[in-house]
């Protein structure tokens, strides 16, 4: 927008050429802002996704070990199970 419409722009509507210089920036620096906002949004989301798929696989990890875990135990209660059957036998 040239000077002059910028004048008969202000004139029109009531406003000072100050006014929506201001008011062009401010609207210019919001979409900067945005632009630097979503940018980080994208960011962040690629560092959560690296941290969830970190924790996934500890949780993995960590099934398989409980699974292992309660295996043992299960036979543990049946050797000693037997071991008291054996021992009730003699």
């Known amino acids: 927008m040239s000077a002059s419409e910028l004048g008969q ?3 029109e509507k ?3 050429p100050e006014q929506v ?6 609207c210019l620096q919001g979409f900067q802002n945005s632009e630097a906002q979503s940018s980080a949004i994208k960011h962040q989301a690629k560092k959560d996704k690296v941290a969830i798929k970190l924790l996934k696989k500890d949780l993995r ?3 398989k070990a409980l699974a ?3 295996a043992l135990l ?3 209660k049946k050797l000693n199970a037997l071991r008291e059957d054996g ?3 003699s």
């Open 14 to 16: 009531g406003f000072y």
């Open 21 to 26: 210089q201001r008011w062009k920036s401010e």
């Open 9 to 11: 722009y202000c004139r």
């Open 74 to 76: 299960v036979l543990r």
């Open 61 to 63: 990890f960590k099934e």
């Open 87 to 89: 021992v009730e036998e």
């Open 68 to 70: 292992e875990t309660v």
